[in-house]
């Protein structure tokens, strides 16, 4: 069984029906998700998208505002999204430190890998905000990232579908379901796993990539157990 996980959210996850902002009872529902895994000892690092509230891409489409003015606010999003799934975490009894790529002393601690290791040690989750702190990577490279930087045995990808096609099962009927798929499989245009550059530095470093439908409950600690079933993997 695996100790230690870095779980990616979506950012569009966390706003339900909606569309935009955060729906709480979703953040109540992924709380209780990472509680079991804590529970069961395992080692808890979080990264979640800002696509909620904003993308960099999208705000920058237009010209008026820079790509690097609006992957900042890309990352400011995703602080806010942070800081609401750590509430959330802290609500259910859950020991949790927010560290962050970008320097904001009254919200957030700024990553320290060390320290993240040591708060992962004594039982704490670990939500890692701001993506990389630099513009023009996404926050699935920031995920891939602090995944190999706090030694974890693997990444979740946790999505609204139960794993990767080999092409978009919303639009195509015929759509198969790829239970396990190479590094350089999953780095080919047709298949949308996570951008390029993280899958690189997962196949650089060896670390498997595992996609899922996170509103499949209990489904976060299976994989932990080894239960790859509800799921795709990368490695």
Do not use: W
Request: aromatic content about 4%; some cysteine; glycine content about 10%.
């Amino acid at each position: 069984m695996a100790k230690r996980v870095l779980i990616k959210f979506s950012g569009e996850a966390l706003s339900g029906d909606e569309g935009h902002g955060i729906d709480t009872n979703i953040l109540k529902y992924i709380a209780g998700e990472i509680k079991e895994l804590v529970d069961n000892g395992i080692e808890v690092g979080v990264v979640i998208g800002g696509g909620n509230i904003i993308r960099g891409v999208s705000a920058a489409k237009d010209g008026i505002i820079k790509r690097t003015s609006g992957d900042y606010m890309g990352m400011m999003a995703t602080v806010i999204n942070a800081v609401a799934m750590q509430e959330a975490l802290e609500h259910i009894g859950l020991k949790v430190r927010l560290q962050s790529a970008i320097k904001m002393e009254q919200i957030a601690e700024s990553f320290i890998v060390r320290r993240a290791k040591r708060h992962l040690e004594k039982g704490r989750v670990v939500i890692f905000a701001a993506g990389t702190g630099n513009p023009f990577f996404t926050t699935d490279t920031a995920g891939t990232l602090r995944a190999t930087e706090i030694e974890a045995d693997m990444i979740i990808k946790a999505t609204k579908v139960d794993g990767v096609y080999d092409k978009d099962p919303s639009q195509h009927a015929d759509a198969k379901k790829l239970d396990k798929i190479t590094y350089d499989d999953a780095l080919k245009d047709h298949i949308k796993v996570m951008d390029d550059t993280s899958i690189a530095l997962a196949k650089d470093n060896s670390l498997p990539i595992v996609v899922c439908n996170m509103f499949e409950k209990g489904n976060l600690q299976a994989i932990m157990d080894g239960d790859m079933s509800k799921c795709s993997i990368v490695e």
